[in-house]
């Protein structure tokens, strides 16, 4: 009987979420055997080779339908997200272990907290019920409050972990509120019976069932940190050591981004029209907030962490489309922006002159860098094109294909807000390439430059896709319309 | 299918990967790689203009390919008498810019790499007939032309450069949510929703109000590159600004992108929209003239003087399009052609005398004919086509617009023929301050005559400004029918 339980549940179609716990617990097995105080390469590259092992698992091993009776659900969507997902974190992996000695981090902990965040991750993507969404967010949480403040002796880094954990908790609480009381709506949580549930009701929902969709729908606004609900974001991005910024920026948002869509189009899409017109407020504010906030920003890290409160608003309307193609292009642009921006952030550590001076990333620095590195400042104009959505990059053809959905879906006052929005963006993306390009060289704030091989393997990498999906971005376009397809 | 038009947009490009090869130091390998490149595209180019069927408004030498098939994006390439004579304006004026940079020493490399760009995109928007397409060479060109005024401009570079870029934008990005409206309403049978230009002619039908929203979008984004008032204060500090290759591209062909966006897309494909909007096209288009003239006149810059002008110079364009009769939109198309040149012309002479005294003050020169007879000579002559002296090409273009428009707006006809006498205002009391009189200043006696190189830049011009002038018909003929055939379309 035991058996016949084990096989119902499925467990082998989470293989590669298994891996990923199997890779974290060889890490720290690795991380035992290395004598003390050494480097953390082994650790890393024990990571990153586990999770290649776990892409070609996810893309080698076919084994969708739902496990663990209904509570995930393995399909195309999730197998999209888990690769995505396991790309970037070996993105930001390659390029830590130069950036953590100069940090003074060197700890093995800070890959194991990358590996069980994307466990955490991985889960969220493949939710069918609210509480597995609950267990994965908190997984990723967690691990991501230790990363936040592991740059122990500044203070900033304390600041922000600590301003990030208890927003954090908040939310926390706001979505088990939310849960409890569609619990109490519905008598359970599969997404599924939620559905079953609004089929029956329409939009006559006793008012419990509403609050707890606005309660849920709140708890990710905050992990997406769409405004209001963004005052946790800058801090802890300033805070956190700068890889761990550009991987909160890109893989968690995608990840929670990828939850909220599961749980909004196929649990809630029958009461679509309550939602969307709260999150056509919610797109308009966090574009346009974003961007007069990142407009004022002399450092980039800070300008970075704005302007990702901005991206996550042009996803937003996408999202809000509840339409195939709006959904694709949340994909789309979920992959392009996490290639760009990570890209960016990358830059930046590059010239930061001091990590632990919060004017470390002053845009001065990159005052003539065009004419000092010329490779570097054009790799970075080539990310700053494309945040601002200049073709033929593959930003242009992220935010064109969002607002297409708008257009098509008749929201076509929002499209001319968004594009509004994104003539502002170029401004301030621009004046990275204005000091770069412009400006005279000063030998004043010139200071080193941290290029090492193993970042400058990682930023090309990201330009090249950049540019590749710019010119010919059919073959992800299609990826992406057949992923989202599984939600319908 | 030819790839013809494709290696004529394409060869600039390829010249700029060869560039990243060459060695950065050698200037005079720089220099003339980059002459090469644009001669083989002028030479290129130049066989369209004989092999070009005038008899027919059908577009020529099409190329057609997916590009984008999950989004119905093709890769549309076709030429008709507008395009062809815009076409070959730019890849005339390739090599003369390259000769008209010798004052520009810094960053060589990336500044003939930017020029090569902008010729791609400038050739690609004249040739695209997907609207997609269009839009993405409308949008790549603005960044090596931000580059050519950032980083070789004046003092004020940077300021301009942002403006130029950020302008343009906000009206472009306007325009792409039309034309992404314009994809989701139009349906071909059998194929689905489109971006191809002749397919929306053929099969689109938008309501008149539709008409309306989508005109305005489109013409926002043209009216800030042409630039109509009150859209072109961008253009005096970006001509200003910019090295003298940059302002003669500016004016011969970036600003024609405007133009043509109104022939080309604009006008057709919203008919409707032209009907209700053209008194205020009109309107603004005379104000344009008056006010560019009058602005013109009390410039104590030379270079800032030749910038207003072409405000008025394309206001000139813009009635003519907009009083839509066969000689009206001739005369345009003409004047297109003409302002290129001769404004073009006009920057060149004025980087002329800038190379050799770092000033383009009026007050600062004066009586400077007696020490550089050639160079007033070929002066007077751009300056008298730029004022529209019969027998010069300006006078084409300004006669037929003001002809055709007295027919149908003959008011606007009367104002914008005032014009025509502020630009002999404007620009003969411009040339008797500068050359006539006595040499008071001491630093102009040992000014030198024109150059070798200077008239390599200059004579080709002045063959066209007096061709275009004595025997217009040569160029007349290829754009009859396309223009007969345009004015169908949008007056039907």
Redesign the interface.
């Known amino acids: 009987m035991f058996e016949q339980l084990i096989s119902d549940m499925h467990v082998s179609r989470m293989l590669p979420e298994i891996l990923v716990l199997v890779v974290a617990l060889a890490a720290i097995l690795v991380d035992i055997v290395t004598p003390a105080g050494r480097s953390t390469r082994p650790v890393q590259i024990t990571s990153i080779v586990g999770l290649l092992v776990v892409i070609a698992s996810t893309l080698f091993v076919h084994n969708n339908g739902p496990a663990f009776g209904g509570m995930v659900e393995i399909d195309s969507f999730t197998i999209f997200f888990r690769v995505v997902l396991t790309m970037l974190t070996i993105i930001i992996m390659a390029v830590s272990e130069n950036y953590i000695q100069l940090v003074k981090i060197r700890i093995a902990e800070y890959y194991l907290m990358l590996l069980f965040a994307l466990f955490g991750m991985m889960l969220m993507t493949m939710a069918n019920d609210l509480l597995i969404v609950f267990l994965g967010i908190e997984t990723m949480s967690v691990s991501l409050y230790a990363l936040v403040g592991m740059s122990r002796h500044r203070e900033s880094s304390n600041e922000g972990a600590l301003k990030y954990f208890l927003l954090g908790s908040f939310t926390t609480a706001f979505f088990v509120y939310g849960i409890a009381l569609l619990y109490g709506a519905v008598g359970s949580t599969n997404i599924l019976d939620i559905t079953v549930y609004f089929q029956r009701t329409g939009m006559n929902l006793p008012i419990i069932a509403w609050a707890g969709t606005l309660l849920v729908l709140v708890a990710f606004a905050f992990k997406t940190a769409l405004v209001p609900f963004h005052w946790w974001s800058p801090d802890a991005y300033e805070g956190a050591p700068t890889t761990i910024t550009a991987f909160m920026s890109t893989a968690p948002k995608a990840a929670a981004f990828a939850a909220f869509l599961r749980i909004f189009y196929v649990g809630f899409g029958e009461v679509s029209d309550g939602w969307t017109t709260a999150l056509w407020w919610i797109a308009v504010l966090t574009m346009t907030v974003g961007n007069l906030m990142a407009l004022r920003q002399d450092s980039i890290k800070r300008m970075l962490a704005f302007s990702s409160i901005t991206h996550a608003g042009y996803l937003v309307v996408a999202m809000l489309t509840y339409d195939v193609i709006g959904g694709a292009a949340m994909l789309f642009y979920l992959v392009i922006y996490g290639f760009m921006n990570i890209g960016a952030f990358l830059v930046a550590i590059a010239l930061n002159r001091n990590e632990d001076d919060d004017r470390g990333y002053d845009i001065n620095d990159y005052k003539g860098l065009a004419?000092r590195k010329p490779l570097i400042a054009f790799l970075m104009m080539i990310f700053m094109?494309a945040l601002a959505g200049?073709?033929?990059t593959a930003g242009?053809f992220g935010k064109?294909?969002i607002?297409?959905a708008a257009?098509?879906s008749g929201f076509?006052g929002l499209?001319?807000i968004g594009?509004?929005n994104?003539?502002v963006s170029?401004?301030y993306y621009?004046r990275v390439v204005?000091t770069m390009?412009?400006?005279e060289r000063d030998e004043k704030t010139e200071g080193r430059i941290f290029w090492k091989p193993d970042m400058a393997f990682a930023v090309i990498v990201c330009a090249v896709l950049v540019m590749y999906f710019g010119i010919a971005?059919?073959q992800l376009?299609?990826v992406a319309?057949a992923s989202i397809g599984a939600l319908w | 299918m030819s790839i013809w038009l494709s290696s004529i947009v394409f060869i600039p490009t390829l010249g700029a990967l060869l560039f990243l090869l060459l060695p950065a130091r050698s200037a005079k390998t720089l220099r003339n790689a980059a002459l090469v490149v644009m001669l083989i595209d002028f030479v290129v180019s130049l066989p369209l203009f004989w092999m070009f069927d005038p008899s027919t408004s059908k577009f020529q030498f099409v190329e057609q390919a997916p590009w984008v098939p999950s989004l119905g994006i093709n890769y549309h390439l076709g030429l008709d008498g507008i395009s062809l004579l815009l076409v070959l304006l730019t890849t005339f004026l390739g090599p003369i810019v390259v000769l008209g940079s010798s004052a520009v020493t810094k960053h060589l490399k990336g500044y003939f790499i930017s020029m090569l760009l902008l010729q791609t995109g400038m050739l690609g928007t004249f040739l695209s007939l997907d609207l997609f397409l269009f839009y993405i060479f409308w949008e790549v060109m603005l960044i090596p032309m931000y580059f050519l005024i950032g980083i070789w401009g004046g003092v004020e570079r940077i300021y301009a450069a942002v403006k130029f870029f950020i302008y343009t934008m906000v009206g472009s990005l306007l325009m792409l949510v039309g034309i992404l409206w314009i994809y989701f309403n139009t349906t071909v049978p059998g194929i689905g929703h489109t971006f191809d230009y002749t397919q929306i002619l053929r099969y689109a039908d938008f309501g008149a109000q539709a008409q309306l929203w989508l005109f305005a979008a489109f013409a926002l984004a043209f009216a800030i590159k042409v630039p109509m008032f009150p859209f072109h204060t961008w253009l005096p500090d970006a001509h200003v600004q910019a090295p003298t290759a940059g302002s003669v591209i500016l004016a011969g062909v970036l600003l024609k992108m405007g133009t043509y966006g109104y022939i080309r897309f604009a006008m057709p494909m919203f008919p409707h929209g032209v009907e209700t909007f053209k008194p205020l096209m009109l309107t603004l288009a005379v104000i344009g003239i008056i006010y560019g003239a009058m602005v013109s006149i009390v410039q104590t810059d030379m270079k800032k003087l030749v910038a207003y002008s072409s405000v008025s110079h394309l206001g000139f364009v813009m009635l003519g399009l907009f009083a839509l009769n066969q000689q009206a939109v001739t005369g345009a198309l003409i004047q297109m052609v003409s302002h290129g040149l001769s404004t073009g012309a006009l920057f060149l002479l004025v980087g002329v005398v800038y190379d050799r005294r770092h000033t383009r003050l009026i007050a600062d020169y004066g009586g400077i004919a007696t020490v550089m007879p050639k160079y007033a000579a070929v002066f007077m002559i751009v300056m008298l086509s730029s004022v529209g002296l019969p027998g010069l090409n300006g006078f084409v273009g300004e006669f037929l617009i003001l002809l055709g428009t007295y027919k149908t707006a003959p008011v606007f006809a009367i104002l914008a023929a005032t014009g025509v006498i502020l630009a002999a205002v404007y620009l003969l009391w411009m040339f008797r301050r500068v050359f006539y009189g006595e040499l008071v200043h001491e630093e102009n006696k040992g000014l030198k005559d024109l150059k070798g190189i200077e008239w390599a830049s200059l004579l080709p011009i002045l063959v066209f400004i007096f061709w275009i002038g004595i025997y217009p018909s040569t160029f007349l003929n290829k754009v009859t029918v396309s223009i007969t055939h345009f004015i169908g379309q949008v007056a039907h």
């Open positions: 004419f094109l200049i073709p033929p242009f064109y294909y607002f297409s257009v098509k076509i499209a001319v594009v509004l994104s003539a170029v401004y621009l204005v390009y412009l400006k971005p059919d376009l299609k319309t």
